[in-house]
């Protein structure tokens, strides 16, 4: 590391949380965020002393070439997921007590809307240059002029791709309502799952709900979304036949909202997100790909 009267090691380093906010809206996973992280401090240690003190807002400058890393590597995802057995889902985050006991406390995202499962899922939807120009100006507040520099496109182009990104997600996302509500709503599903009465599942369900699972390829799931929800309802009595009494569903919070967490013989197999309109489920995300639930404490 370089010595001298440039920003010093603490001024840097704090910006890690701030940068881990940015992966992870951008790329949806904490281990491809922990990457760039990463790679942005080896470039501005690859500096000379120097020329780090030439940088004005060192910041800026760490969230500039984070934003750039995560364009490449958003254009390169694509590709990886035509390889990804089944569906691929962001991966879930627990609420801030529930973090494994290796997780930095700097590493810890910070909760709000902008990192909601259904969110996250509409994002993943848009184009890389869409995700980036939305994310810095509508969440990080980065005025157009500076986006533009990042992407590579004018103000005017970034300013209409982050308009596109913004109607993607009218037209995608449910209204919000109270969380107590869906707690409650959640609550509900819980007991009619574990008592399997379809009657009482289908009537939390949206007829035109979705079920999605993501395995991996590392856990046994549904490779295809299951559509409806009267389809969904027997599915889930039957996951619960099947799975005995050898699981307990605990309500819990994943991404900010209330869900719930399977765990099989005292391991965690499972965290199931919800998108909630009004009083009824209109979209299940079941994350049991193991590799995406490490930042889970263990009970």
Same mark, same amino acid.
């Given at each position: 590391?370089? *010595?001298?009267?440039?920003?010093?090691?603490?001024?840097?380093?704090?910006?890690?949380?701030?940068?881990?906010?940015?992966?992870?809206?951008?790329?949806?996973?904490? $281990?491809?965020?922990?990457?760039?992280?990463?790679?942005?401090?080896? %470039?501005?240690?690859?500096?000379?002393?120097?020329?780090?003190?030439?940088?004005?807002?060192?910041?800026?400058?760490?969230?500039?070439?984070?934003?750039?890393?995560?364009?490449?590597?958003?254009?390169?995802?694509?590709?990886?997921?035509?390889?990804?057995?089944?569906?691929?889902?962001?991966?879930?985050?627990?609420?801030?007590?529930?973090?494994?006991?290796?997780?930095?406390?700097?590493?810890?995202?910070?909760?709000?809307?902008? #990192? *909601?499962?259904?969110?996250?899922? #509409?994002?993943?939807?848009?184009?890389?240059?869409?995700?980036? $120009?939305?994310?810095? +100006?509508?969440?990080?507040?980065?005025?157009?002029?500076?986006?533009?520099?990042?992407?590579?496109?004018?103000?005017?182009?970034?300013?209409?791709?982050?308009?596109?990104?913004?109607? %993607?997600?009218?037209?995608?996302?449910?209204?919000?309502?109270?969380?107590?509500?869906?707690?409650?709503?959640?609550?509900?599903?819980?007991?009619?799952?574990?008592? !399997?009465?379809?009657?009482?599942?289908?009537?939390?369900?949206?007829?035109?709900?979705?079920?999605?699972?993501?395995?991996?390829?590392?856990?046994?799931? +549904?490779? +295809?979304?299951?559509?409806?929800?009267?389809?969904?309802? +027997?599915?889930?009595?039957?996951?619960?036949?099947?799975?005995?009494?050898?699981?307990?569903? &605990?309500?819990?919070?994943?991404?900010?909202?209330?869900?719930?967490?399977?765990?099989?013989?005292?391991? &965690?197999?499972?965290?199931?997100?919800?998108?909630?309109?009004?009083?009824?489920?209109? !979209?299940?995300?079941?994350?049991?790909?193991?590799?995406?639930? !490490?930042?889970?404490?263990?009970?």
């Amino acid at each position: 590391m370089t *010595t001298g009267a440039g920003p010093g090691l603490s001024t840097i380093m704090s910006e890690r949380r701030q940068l881990m906010n940015l992966g992870y809206r951008l790329l949806g996973s904490l $281990a491809d965020a922990e990457d760039v992280v990463q790679e942005t401090y080896a %470039r501005w240690y690859a500096m000379t002393a120097r020329e780090q003190q030439a940088i004005e807002s060192p910041g800026a400058w760490l969230m500039t070439v984070a934003s750039r890393i995560c364009l490449n590597l958003l254009g390169s995802a694509r590709a990886r997921r035509e390889t990804y057995v089944g569906d691929w889902i962001p991966e879930p985050l627990p609420e801030p007590g529930q973090w494994s006991a290796g997780a930095d406390p700097a590493d810890r995202v910070t909760l709000d809307e902008s #990192v *909601t499962m259904a969110f996250l899922v #509409v994002l993943d939807a848009m184009t890389p240059a869409e995700r980036v $120009a939305f994310v810095l +100006h509508d969440v990080f507040r980065y005025p157009f002029g500076e986006v533009a520099e990042i992407v590579g496109r004018t103000p005017a182009a970034c300013r209409q791709l982050a308009s596109s990104a913004r109607r %993607r997600i009218r037209t995608a996302q449910a209204p919000a309502g109270p969380s107590a509500g869906q707690a409650a709503v959640v609550r509900r599903f819980r007991t009619a799952w574990a008592a !399997r009465d379809i009657d009482a599942l289908v009537g939390l369900l949206d007829p035109d709900a979705t079920a999605t699972a993501d395995g991996g390829g590392l856990a046994v799931t +549904h490779l +295809h979304p299951i559509v409806g929800g009267e389809r969904i309802a +027997h599915a889930y009595a039957e996951i619960a036949r099947v799975s005995g009494d050898r699981t307990t569903f &605990l309500e819990c919070t994943v991404n900010g909202l209330p869900g719930l967490s399977a765990w099989q013989d005292g391991a &965690l197999a499972t965290v199931f997100a919800f998108e909630i309109a009004g009083d009824r489920i209109r !979209r299940i995300w079941a994350v049991r790909n193991p590799e995406k639930l !490490r930042s889970w404490r263990v009970r």
